[in-house]
């Protein structure tokens, strides 16, 4: 593991390997990457490739058979901690929002706030801030079941950035909208974390969305077979 300046690298993915099914289902087949601090970048590749799971083990959601993950300089492969790398430094946009339909918008997107124990007027004050960038603040008291999809994918993407994560990990973040939707929720994204400074690793089949981040990793059968810069 190159450890001359983990901080700098913000995600280091290391000849990593994963199957499931005891070894039935090979899905990672070596894959190493580096992210830069500040930079965003596109996953993209067919249905199948294994986008969600490099996701997955890039948060410490899923485990690895083997290889090597930090983030920030943290192993979350190894590290016990790994629950507190994802509460801290990592924000989660997935692609059917899971946000809790019961719930109002704003009840919703303080869930990571309880989690993290912060303090709620900094939390309530943070969520006015990020939902008036996102257009939807005055949709935050309506339950979630009564919201349209692009305003439950704005919602989930407030949420995400709730705890101001260093990197931000979106699944199809705007897979389940229509064109028009898509295109300006896509930008909405990638305008909020350029404006912080944040990483940025997303997963996309659209080629034309990928297009518009700084870098496009092209996955094939569980291996990165080439990039593009954009
Ligand atoms: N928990 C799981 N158990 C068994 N197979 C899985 C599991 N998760 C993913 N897979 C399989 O791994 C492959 C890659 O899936 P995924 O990472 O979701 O790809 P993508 O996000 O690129 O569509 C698929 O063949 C999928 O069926
Ligand atoms: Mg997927």
Redesign the pocket.
């Known amino acids: 593991m190159n450890q001359e300046n983990p901080m700098k690298a913000q995600v280091l993915v290391e000849d990593v390997w994963k199957s ?2 005891r070894g039935r ?1 090979e ?1 990672l087949k070596g894959v190493t990457l580096t992210v830069p601090e500040g930079q965003i970048v596109a996953l993209c ?1 067919v ?8 996701l997955n083990v890039i948060s410490g959601l899923e485990e690895v058979d083997s290889g090597n993950v930090r983030v920030s300089g943290h192993d979350v492969v190894h590290e016990s901690t790994r629950i507190d790398l994802l509460r801290h430094h990592i924000g989660y946009v997935f692609q059917f929002h899971h946000l809790m339909p019961d719930l109002t918008l704003a009840e919703n997107c303080l869930v990571p706030l309880i989690a993290i124990g912060g303090n709620r007027a900094d939390g309530l004050a943070r969520l006015q801030e990020l939902a008036t960038a996102t257009g939807i603040q005055h949709r935050l008291t309506q339950r979630v079941r009564d919201l349209s999809g692009g305003e439950r994918q704005r919602g989930a993407l407030v949420r995400s950035l709730m705890n101001d994560p260093e990197l931000l990990l979106c699944d199809e973040p705007t897979g389940a909208l229509d064109e028009s939707n898509r295109s300006r929720v896509f930008d909405l994204l990638l305008e909020l974390v350029r404006a912080r400074g944040r990483t940025l690793v997303l ?1 996309t089949h659209d080629p034309d969305l990928a297009s518009r981040c700084d870098r496009t990793l092209k ?1 094939r059968d569980g291996r990165i077979e080439g990039e593009t810069h954009g």
Do not use: E, H, N, Y
């Not at 249905?47 to 490099?54: A, E, M, V, Y």
């Open positions: 499931f099914d289902i899905v590749g249905s199948g490739c294994g986008k969600s799971t490099l997963a996955m």
